[in-house]
C-alpha cells in the first residue's frame, strides 16, 4: 500500500510541475505598424495568458489600448 501511495504522490507533483508550465505566460511581439511611433519605438509587446494564445489578439489591438 505504501508502494501505492507513494506513486500516487509522485503523480501529483508530476501533474502539478505540468500544470505550472502552462500557466507560464506568453510573450508576442508585433512587427510595427507603419505609425511614426512604432517606426521609433518597435511594434506591441504583449504578454497572454496561454489559455488565450488560440484565440489571440495578433490581428486586433487590445481593448485597453484603444483610443477614442
Not at 506568453?26 to 495568458?49: F, N
Request: aromatic residues 6%.
Amino acid at each position: 500500500m505504501r508502494e501505492v501511495d507513494k506513486q500516487v504522490e509522485a503523480l501529483h507533483e508530476q501533474w502539478a510541475e505540468e500544470e505550472k508550465e502552462k500557466q507560464k505566460p506568453v510573450y508576442t511581439e508585433l512587427q510595427p505598424d507603419g505609425s511614426k511611433a512604432q517606426e521609433l519605438l518597435g511594434g506591441e509587446m504583449r504578454l497572454s495568458a496561454p489559455w488565450t494564445v488560440e484565440t489571440s489578439y495578433k490581428t486586433e489591438p487590445s481593448s485597453s489600448h484603444e483610443h477614442n
